[in-house]
């Protein structure tokens, strides 16, 4: 049963790096898996699923995350639009865009507006009050779900609960539960003692980013409280309709200043209501934050992969398919990924951002791509780079092809280790079956092909020549518009 | 300058698992390189080299590192005897089966027998103590070097010296300076208690393990307090000298009990004698020593290979070419290897032999061999393992082939990514060259061989089949006696 003008807004645009070796620039938070199978976007569209249909899900995210978030989209059949921002510019805009479009579409469209990295342990208490914010919605609120507050946190800003809102019935229809205030306001990070206050004196929730309105009533209140955003926000939406180039829209984001919705809005205005709930809420933050969301064992510990342990306690230990011994920790952070492992005790997590700032620096790449890189064809991942040789596992998806290139300086073996390759090499277009191999030379056109509907390609290349770069490749021609 | 008649006799035979996951069933600790370039077997041959010629080298090791072993000696240009035991017996045997083939070639020779896999900081202390033992050896003493001890250590034997020894003629030649003492009494790995007070009361010694005596000595007393020990030793010499097979050798060597010479003799000859030495040693019994030996940072850190380190205190950070980030340790050991990682509070150093034992428990291969396997004509490094495919680096010495083989149920893929290969595969024999590739079909005879005189040979190796385990194989002519 789902409702039949309410749409899911997923903001998917971040870039963090605090789970870092997991998350890297090319796979921020939301586009990893943390938690279960599923990365955190594609829970975040499984969540809200039995309200919205997947026509009706929308997402927000950067130029070079579009392919992988549409990958993901794809397999939990998510099939409404993706919005690609050219830079990011915090909530505001991203709201405002999505909400003109949307207007678009149907000028009575409700929206909620949800982070894609964020944890939910209870889903049936987030969809009674998304279902419940949206009949306020309906009647012109500005709703907020405001998360009660397990700790005095100062990571979270928080949101002072108001009057109790009047029910619109007899009846008290849609808001005998819970029940629903005014906001009477919006307030920053607090500091640790500010923070207390909060928590003893009550009437305080977290803010989650997690917002329900009409798609029309968000607009007018950009409009009157901040109404540069609002002018971006209409440029940008004609922009979209009259097809305007990458280069145009880039000018247009950047244009406008970042600033977050609750700060260009929700401070301001007086149609904002809280709807407060225990959903086993977390935005994960850092590594550290998995105590609040994972399973631990009896010892205390959240434990992933191929662990070995001996007696540790209260430890995140979080492996693949390597093996990780662990004797006597206490508090401690452990992930290990193909090319990196992180080592950190439990009150430091927030620091891996240093090691991430230093890897920078050191222009290495372990805090930018995986070892196994995401192509909109399938994935490549490096096994091993040597001095004039370089493998790779290539994986080609069905029904899918790589560009028409050549290089310059390598050549290529090709081993077909699961399908069949169709293969074009010069003038020559033929197959190469499982366990064939066949020899790309230099400087000559080529495409590798999987023809088949549904069984992915798998082949091993090993490159070979005196420059190994991925920048030597000329594209002639490409499904996937790149040169 | 070399002394005339001083063999060094190392002893290789040890299987330790407590530096896993650096050492393996495959290779212990004398055989990796912990603190240098090389291994700590190489590093004992370059030890002693000031004193011993090449070819007066004698090691003794077990069946299984014999090549390795031969590899690793060849490195550093050590010529002399490897003596095999097809079954470890401890240093009893070891040490009475290689006096009886000292005397057999000299019978007035030296031998100093040394642990391949303790380090010593200061080289010439212990050179002067050698020399000063060999004069001390001619005159019919069993020497012990004994290490001043640094602490009320509870993981070493002790010894207490007795009576200063006479010098032999006027001036005191040769022992002059540190001075040398009859041995009082050997005592064993004492308790916590007693360690304090010998360390308090003074003229007690550790054990380090290291002799200094004529071969015919030693064998004189083995006979006078060991006789079974000595007709063992006897047996086996006169089985070496009549080419006994590897099955009769096993069965002399089974027969015997394990006994250390320590107990077997220097606990009861009243010919012992002890040179007291400072020399910087340890027998690095576990990764916390590496605390005694190796190089700290400013914070207190020992630290190695690619490892990005955060305000990390007194810990052992260990890595190899993979990225390790370590964020706020303190008296923590990480070691990372390309299959396996370890950390381990510093303090639970002992119970990574627990780690090994349940690897064990689980069938697992982390603890019997590295990713890189050495073989006596090169090495391999299984590079990835999937569905019906495993990829192999393989290196192929100078002048070495590999045997002439088939296998059942897998062909091979081979790709030369360096020098050249000579490969026979049915009924053909032909070259391959850096940037070709060649194809062995399943159940085809073939050979892969290295020409060159000098330049390695490396080729990428993609098996394909259904089954791909390393014993499908069969082997028809072998350059190192396999079938």
Chains 1, 2 share one sequence.
């Not at 950047?254 to 700060?263: F, G």
Request: proline share 6%; hydrophobic share 40%.
């Amino acid at each position: 049963m789902t409702s039949s003008r309410l749409h899911a807004v997923i903001l998917a645009g971040g870039s963090g790096t605090r789970f870092w070796p997991l998350s890297r620039r090319s796979a921020p938070k939301q586009l990893i898996a943390l938690l279960s199978d599923r990365t955190m976007l594609q829970e975040t569209v499984a969540r809200v699923a039995p309200l919205v249909p997947p026509e009706r899900v929308w997402v927000v995210t950067g130029r070079e995350h579009v392919d992988e978030v549409g990958r993901q989209l794809r397999m939990v059949g998510a099939t409404g639009p993706v919005i690609v921002e050219p830079v990011g510019r915090n909530t505001g805009l991203a709201i405002a865009v999505a909400a003109h479009r949307l207007v678009e579409l149907d000028p009575e469209a409700v929206m909620t507006v949800l982070p894609a990295d964020h944890v939910v342990a209870k889903p049936d208490a987030f969809l009674r009050s998304v279902s419940q914010a949206e009949e306020l919605a309906h009647r012109g609120f500005l709703v907020t779900i405001g998360l009660v507050p397990r700790r005095p946190e100062t990571g979270y800003g928080y949101i002072k609960r108001g009057a109790p809102l009047p029910s619109d019935g007899p009846e008290g229809k849609g808001l005998s539960d819970p029940g629903a205030f005014l906001v009477e306001r919006f307030v920053e990070k607090p500091d640790r003692k500010t923070a207390e206050r909060y928590i003893s004196q009550g009437g305080y929730l977290w803010n989650g980013g997690m917002f329900i309105w009409r798609a029309a009533a968000i607009l007018d209140e950009i409009r009157a409280h901040a109404p540069a955003l609002a002018k971006a926000a209409a440029d940008i939406a004609t922009a979209v309709r009259s097809g305007a180039d990458e280069g145009r829209m880039r000018d247009l984001y950047e244009r406008i200043e970042s600033v977050s919705i609750d700060y260009a809005v929700m401070e301001h205005t007086a149609r904002a209501a809280v709807i407060p709930v225990e959903m086993g809420w977390s935005d994960v933050g850092s590594w550290a934050a998995l105590d609040d969301v994972a399973e631990h064992d009896e010892r205390g510990n959240v434990v992933s992969g191929r662990v070995l342990d001996v007696d540790s306690e209260r430890s995140i230990l979080y492996a693949q398919d390597r093996l990780v011994a662990t004797i006597g920790l206490q508090d401690m952070i452990v992930v290990d990924t193909p090319d990196a492992t992180l080592v950190c005790r439990k009150d430091r997590a927030q620091d891996v951002r240093r090691v991430v700032g230093e890897l920078e620096k050191r222009h290495a790449q372990e805090h930018v791509v995986h070892r196994t890189v995401q192509r909109p064809w399938g994935t490549y991942t490096v096994l091993e780079e040597g001095e004039g040789y370089k493998i790779k596992r290539i994986v080609v998806n069905p029904a899918s092809r790589l560009s028409l290139q050549s290089h310059h300086r390598r050549s290529e073996h090709w081993v077909v280790v699961a399908g069949t390759a169709r293969v074009t090499c010069g003038d020559r277009v033929y197959d190469v079956a499982t366990n064939e191999s066949t020899f790309i030379p230099p400087q000559t056109k080529h495409r590798l092909e999987n023809v088949d509907p549904s069984i992915p390609l798998q082949i091993i290349e090993v490159q070979s020549g005196p420059y190994l770069g991925e920048d030597d490749i000329v594209r002639f021609d490409d499904d996937f518009g790149r040169k």
